[in-house]
Nanobody, 125 residues
Framework: QVQLVESGGGLVQAGGSLRLSCAAS????????MGWFRQASGKEREFVTA????????YYADLAKGRFAISRDNAKNMVYLQMNSLKPEDTAVYYC??????????????????WGQGTQVTVSS
């Protein structure tokens, strides 16, 4: 069992940056692959990026390529999402999720076993 808590969301102007954090508690965080998803109001949840257990594999949705970066610190049980050049269309609730498969960088929400409660990101124009 893994518990996930996101933080770092807030209000930012277009072109700005935010760094989201996801704190994990529970057993053996380092064996989980991790992902970030987002859900805008009235829209379906969509994949942003994922990272495998040791950080040597990452995968980005087109919406994130060149602007966002995922990283993890297994010693601290943390996963991060650095978001740069933010746009108003990035406004959403951002969720981190854990996948029990070691080397997965899955883009489907169905592949993830545990979810955080989300953190709101609002980008003003």
């Amino acid at each position: 069992q893994v518990q996930l808590v996101e933080s770092g969301g807030g209000l930012v102007q277009a072109g700005g940056s935010l760094r989201l954090s996801c704190a994990a508690s529970g057993r053996a965080f380092s064996i989980y692959s991790m992902g970030w998803f987002r859900q805008a109001s009235g829209k379906e949840r969509e994949f942003v990026t994922a990272i495998n257990w040791n950080g040597d594999r990452t995968y980005y949705a087109d919406l994130a390529k060149g602007r966002f970066a995922i990283s993890r610190d297994n010693a601290k049980n943390m996963v991060y999402l650095q978001m740069n050049s933010l746009k108003p269309e990035d406004t959403a609730v951002y969720y981190c999720a854990a996948d029990r498969r070691l080397s997965s960088v899955a883009s489907s929400a169905d592949e993830y076993d545990y979810w955080g409660q989300g953190t709101q990101v609002t980008v003003s124009s």
